[in-house]
């Protein structure tokens, strides 16, 4: 039987097997604070890909040390990081999925013990390894240090650094690149006018506080191949007043549209506490709304965890895939699960785990 969830998806030259993707999420696993990868690694993107996804895309990348939520966090700020991915990539692409990786900077919200090591909460001090945090303004995230406000000159040299990083990435083989722009980090930060209350080309009007976001695009769409797409997350709302509008974004992706980017993934908050309710496909509709308002192809995300809903919200056009992670940590396997239970026609249960699927493949 046919399923929109499990029909082919196709950006520039790069086709996914199906439109269930596994979306970056941190791990805090590092081992010597190094930025490298390491067998954990390995293991877990490998695993995420045998279970049947269309694509996997490694947690946030930091351009810079200080790029870094944690010391325990990946990074592509030196050419020699571009070996320690390849078994990353290598381990994707052995399960049949396309590898992404999404490339970031923490701003205001780096410098943390991050989720594994007991702490306090907050930042790190300087006796446990901190460093200065960025943003575009000295404002801090509630219960953290405040950050140094970004000169002009240390943006043009963020701006190169997240070029540089994609160069990497590409280097490393990767198949696409994300542009981490949601949760509070430091483009949503930029774009935020909860933030970012600067009064230079980067601050006030959307199209200033978008620059950043923009000239990171540009910048990383020019070492990246023709054929390689080129993605970005945003957080599509705050829910807070004064924050970051769905109508905003959708401006944004248009612009970025215009810079490159082939398509959004569309998430919300993080850039302040919000007290809002959450249910299974609670983002959605903002994500419908960028499709439609944007006009380029989306991925919803948010308490997607039954495969009726992740066909329905394809299937119904509200998104062109769906974006599936704490699902995918409880079962790693669930897009061949979902492919079960939906009776789709698929052909790629790795031969080694047919047996475990019974006589219909």
């Excluded at 923490?106 to 390894?129: C, F, I, M, Q, Y």
């Excluded at 953290?144 to 997240?162: G, N, R, T, V, Y």
């Excluded at 398509?263 to 959605?284: E, L, M, R």
Aim: with cysteine.
């Amino acid at each position: 039987m046919a399923s929109p969830l499990f029909e082919p998806f196709t950006l520039r030259s790069m086709t996914t097997r199906n439109r269930l993707w596994v979306p970056p999420m941190c791990q805090y696993s590092v081992d010597q604070q190094d930025g490298r990868p390491t067998a954990y690694h390995i293991s877990h993107y490998g695993a995420l890909a045998r279970g049947g996804a269309g694509a996997v895309i490694v947690e946030m990348t930091g351009v810079e040390p200080a790029a870094r939520i944690s010391p325990y966090c990946l990074g592509l700020w030196s050419d020699e990081h571009i070996e320690a991915f390849k078994p990353v990539v290598d381990a994707i692409h052995a399960g049949g999925a396309k590898a992404g990786i999404q490339i970031a900077h923490a701003g205001r919200k780096a410098s943390t013990p991050g989720e594994l090591v007991p702490h306090d909460g907050g930042s790190l001090g300087e006796d446990e390894g901190g460093w200065v945090t960025l943003a575009p303004s000295a404002l801090a995230y509630p219960g953290m240090k405040e950050p140094q406000a970004l000169s002009q000159e240390k943006i043009d040299d963020l701006i190169q650094a997240f070029a540089a990083a994609a160069a990497r990435a590409v280097a490393a083989g990767f198949d696409f690149i994300e542009i981490h722009g949601a949760h509070g980090y430091l483009i949503t930060q930029f774009l935020s006018p909860l933030s970012n209350q600067r009064e230079d080309s980067y601050g006030g009007s959307l199209e200033n506080r978008a620059r950043f976001a923009r000239r990171v695009a540009q910048a990383m769409r020019e070492v990246m191949p023709a054929e390689m797409p080129l993605i970005v997350r945003l957080s599509a709302t705050e829910f807070l007043d004064g924050g970051i509008t769905v109508e905003e974004t959708s401006q944004v992706v248009r612009w970025l549209a215009e810079d490159g980017v082939d398509f959004a993934d569309i998430s919300t908050s993080g850039n302040y506490p919000a007290k809002i309710k959450v249910y299974a496909g609670y983002q959605v509709p903002m994500a419908a709304q960028v499709r439609r308002e944007s006009g380029l192809p989306v991925g919803a995300v948010g308490m997607i965890n039954s495969p009726r809903l992740a066909e329905f919200i394809v299937g119904s056009g509200q998104a062109d895939l769906v974006l599936v992670g704490r699902e995918a940590l409880r079962n790693p396997a669930f897009a061949l699960h979902w492919a079960d239970q939906l009776k789709a026609d698929i052909d790629y249960v790795p031969a080694q785990y047919r047996r475990a699927w019974g006589t219909r493949r």
